[in-house]
Nanobody
Framework: QVQLVESGGGLVQAGGSLRLSCAAS??????????AGWLRQAPGQAREFVAA????????YYGDSVKGRFTISRDNAKKAVYLQMDSLKPEDTAVYYC??????????????????WGQGTQVTVSS
């Protein structure tokens, strides 16, 4: 089992920045074969893909709504994934979830590919 714990959410004004962190642990954490990502869900809306990164290298994926504003990164030694969020907008308000899957899913942008999830952290952007 893999455990994921998010941190770093909060309240920020539009145009501001936040950095989310996700710490991974667990006996079956396979490190280099893992895909880790961030997805978000606003009230009354479907869960939306934000970004993902291959643990083994620098391959990254981004949702269209965050390209150019958000940056995903990872620290293999710390088994952590980060999401740097800049130029935040009120529509970025959501619960942000860290998620992961072992192996090479066919569609990294789909929430259904991920089988490990964190509890979520709230991000609120005021206008």
């Amino acid at each position: 089992q893999v455990q994921l714990v998010e941190s770093g959410g909060g309240l920020v004004q539009a145009g501001g920045s936040l950095r989310l962190s996700c710490a991974a642990s667990g006996r079956t954490f396979s490190g280099y074969a893992m895909l880790a990502g961030w997805l978000r869900q606003a009230p009354g809306q479907a869960r939306e893909f934000v970004a993902a990164i291959r643990w083994s290298g620098t391959i990254t994926y981004y949702g269209d709504s965050v390209k150019g504003r958000f940056t995903i990164s990872r620290d293999n030694a710390k088994k952590a994934v980060y999401l740097q969020m800049d130029s935040l907008k009120p529509e970025d308000t959501a619960v942000y979830y860290c998620a992961a899957v072992n192996g090479w899913p066919s569609n990294p942008l789909s929430e259904y590919e991920y089988n490990y999830w964190g509890q979520g952290t709230q991000v609120t952007v005021s206008s």
